[in-house]
């Protein structure tokens, strides 16, 4: 006879006394992550119960949310505010563990949100599977430390990040990233693609989705635009949001910034069809630059910080951050592939300048695509949900099923479902 608390096993391979993964989420490309992996151990454990702190693709994908979470997330240091809200939901998460034993705990991205939630579940016996590495190599590498307490196993979506981690005593595994994880329907885009505007050369905005960076990026790109359009009258130009009220938002914006630029259409909910469309892509330095990176189309990137800032980055900058490179093209090449504007202080002549150099240098553009082709080789054999699953599984005893081994090229052109698009009206 088993002593009291001694955990079982029931026909899935779980404990039966310890059963179930909690999944915490705090920004919305959090939540498309995490959907990915919990749609795949869903297909293969439809009775394992999976509980997040989440947003509404996790709930789509077969999580039950205990409490919605990401719609509005905030990048960079947060406000009180901020602070208090999450010490709350802290709070909320540590009952709920203590009603709860879950087999593992999934946080995933948002290490300053997560880390303490890490604790509450290690605490209580779970074991902690980070999906998405925390952003160590580029600044406050101090928290390794942290970090090698708290987990048991960082699942990195970017290729030289496992062996940055594993030389540091963390363990650690590449699964890919989720943009890469099926090939794009290239004909579909296409299609949608052909409703968008015909001048040339043609030109993606992409301003960033969180309002911070919506309020810092959107002047320098409307200024680029103007100065481009001054020597290529010609020019097309396509700006990419996310959502209606990033629409929205940018548009009230630019009634402040010399007002809406003519000819200038906005395209909501399709990114893809908009970089397949373009000749090349002004962006907001983020994981937006994979998405430019995967369709092979030159670009120029940069992230915006207010001016008062310049001199506190001059003084302090190469103290805080310990990576050269910022934009995620070069730092998965380990070399500046793509212009990076990182972190600018100014206007749009600089972004100007860069997209002048990639229309009249054609070996210039040339070079970037071979660059971001070979970025891409990268990513091959490797689908994120997929690797994720295979290792939940293994650390938490779920009885494993044969995992798919099918190899897949970015590069490569599928039918995965298209929504349809159209441009709305260039008029504010």
Known sequence: MKSPGTNTTDATGASALRRGVLFTSFEPSGDDHASIVIAELKRRH????????????????????????????????????????????????????????????????????????????????????????????????????????LTDLVLCVLPFEEDWFVSRRVPARFIGHPLFNEPLDTAALDRLAAALPRGTPKLALMPGSRPSEIRRSLPP????????????????????????????????????LGGWPEGLDVVCGGTDAVIRWCDMALVASGTVTLQVARQVKPMVTFYRLPKILRPVFALFG??????????????????RIVPELVPHFGDGRDLAVGVYRLLRQPGFADDQREALAALCRKFEHHRAGPLA?????????????????????PLATGTPETKPLSPTSSAP
């Not at 939630?117 to 590498?141: S, T």
């Not at 409307?222 to 097309?236: C, E, G, K, T, W």
């Not at 295979?390 to 009885?399: M, P, S």
Request: positive net charge; charged residues 25%; glycine residues 6%.
């Open 46 to 149: 439809p009775d394992l119960p999976i509980y997040a702190w989440g947003g509404p693709k996790m709930e789509k994908a077969g999580a039950t949310i205990v409490e919605r979470t990401g719609h509005d997330a905030v990048m960079g240091l947060p406000g009180i505010g901020k602070i208090i809200e999450h010490i709350r939901i802290n709070r909320r998460i540590e009952e709920w563990l203590d009603r709860n034993r879950v087999a593992a705990h999934i946080p995933v991205d948002s290490p300053d949100a997560n880390f303490a939630i890490c604790r509450l579940a290690k605490d209580r016996g779970a074991r902690v599977i980070h999906l998405v590495a925390p952003q160590l190599w580029a600044w406050r590498e101090g928290r390794i430390r942290k970090l090698r307490r």
């Open 389 to 409: 699953a295979d290792a939940i599984e293994q650390l938490i005893g779920l009885a494993p099923i044969v995992p798919t081994t099918a190899s897949f090229n």
């Open 221 to 256: 790109l409307l200024d680029a635009l103007r100065r481009i359009r001054a020597d290529f009258p010609s020019v097309s130009a396509v700006v990419a949001v996310t959502k209606p009220e990033v629409e929205s938002e940018i548009r009230a914006r630019a009634g402040s």
């Open 318 to 335: 190469r103290l805080i951050f310990t990576t050269k490179l910022f934009t995620l093209p070069n730092v998965v090449m380990g070399r």
